[in-house]
């Protein structure tokens, strides 16, 4: 009754051998090499990565979607795209300033103003936050206030064409009012 039960322990101990594990996150894995393993190629692994190293955003997947709707002007489904964006990752700037502007292409710029005060916290003073800022004024007619915007983001990147583009479509904006 012995043997088997020893058969069983040794076949257990041999499949806990081929398993590495994390001593830090106590993570089981199996795909990572050891430290003098090669490639077939001869190269050590060092340096390369391995699946636990990739970096995924489940976010990724939304704004991607969201972009092409965008750029579509379907500005109302990319506005759902970038808020489900924000909600599986709260901390991605990208998706809120994608949000904000969706916002502002349908008029909802109460929305906009609260995802552009979240973007401004996670990007900063971009010349990309000035710029749709300075767009989002200029959509709303206060021309003062998107002519400033404008220049800040004009001061942070002079050759970026769509701040110089602005600051001429502000320009024409200006001189043709219609009332």
């Known amino acids: 009754m012995n043997r088997p039960i020893a058969v069983v322990a040794c076949l257990f101990m041999a499949a806990l051998a081929g398993c590495q594990t994390n001593g ?9 090499p050891s430290k003098g393993d090669v490639t077939s190629f001869g190269d050590a692994f060092d340096g390369l990565k391995t699946v636990g190293d990739v970096e995924y955003y489940a976010s990724d997947q939304a704004v991607a979607e969201a972009k092409n709707q965008f750029r579509a002007e379907n500005y109302g489904n990319a506005g759902a795209l970038f808020f489900k964006a924000t909600q ?3 901390n991605d700037g990208g998706a809120w300033m994608g949000l904000a502007a969706s916002c502002d292409r349908i008029h909802r710029f109460d929305l906009a103003d609260r995802a552009y005060g979240r973007a401004f916290k996670l990007l900063g003073a971009t010349p990309e936050y000035y710029n749709n800022v300075g767009y989002s004024n200029l959509l709303r007619g206060k021309l003062q206030e998107a002519r400033s915007n404008f220049l800040k983001a004009y001061e942070l990147a002079p050759n970026d064409p769509t701040v110089v583009n602005n600051l001429k479509l502000l320009s024409s904006s200006v001189q043709n009012i219609e009332r």
């Open 24 to 32: 830090a996150d106590g993570v089981l894995r199996t795909n990572e």
């Open 88 to 90: 599986l990752a709260p």
